[in-house]
Nanobody
C-alpha cells in the first residue's frame, strides 16, 4: 500500500523559505516520477513540480526560479525547497508518485503571511 508522509510546512513571512520533505513507501520509489501538488482554499489541486527517475525537473511557471524539487532515492524521499515565498503560495502541499494510484498523504500546510 502506498504511504506518503509530508512534513516541513509552517508559517513564514513573504520572502522567506521553507523546505518540504515527503517520505514515500509502498512502491519502488526510484522508478517513479515524483511530484509536488498544492491546494489553496477554494481552489483545485495544482501540480507544482515534478522530478523524473533520472532527475529531470519541471515546474509550473508561477514557481520557476523560486522552488527546487529534488529526490534522495536511498531514503525514498522527495524534497521541495521553496525560496522567496509569496502569499499566493499559501496552500496545503502534497507529494505523489505519478502512476502509483489514488492514495494521497495528509499534506503539509504552508502559510505565507506577514
Amino acid at each position: 500500500q502506498v504511504h506518503l508522509v509530508e512534513s516541513g510546512g509552517g508559517l513564514v513571512q513573504p520572502g522567506g523559505s521553507l523546505r518540504l520533505s515527503c517520505a514515500a513507501s509502498g512502491f519502488i520509489f526510484r522508478l517513479y516520477v515524483m511530484a509536488w501538488f498544492r491546494q489553496a482554499p477554494g481552489k483545485q489541486r495544482e501540480l507544482v513540480a515534478t522530478i523524473s527517475s533520472g532527475g529531470t525537473t519541471n515546474y509550473v511557471d508561477s514557481v520557476k526560479g523560486r522552488f527546487t524539487i529534488s529526490r534522495e532515492n536511498a531514503k525514498n524521499t522527495v524534497y521541495l525547497q521553496m525560496n522567496n515565498l509569496k502569499p499566493e503560495d499559501t496552500a496545503v502541499y502534497y507529494c505523489k508518485g505519478i502512476g502509483t494510484g489514488d492514495d494521497w498523504g495528509q499534506g503539509t500546510q504552508v502559510t505565507v503571511s506577514s
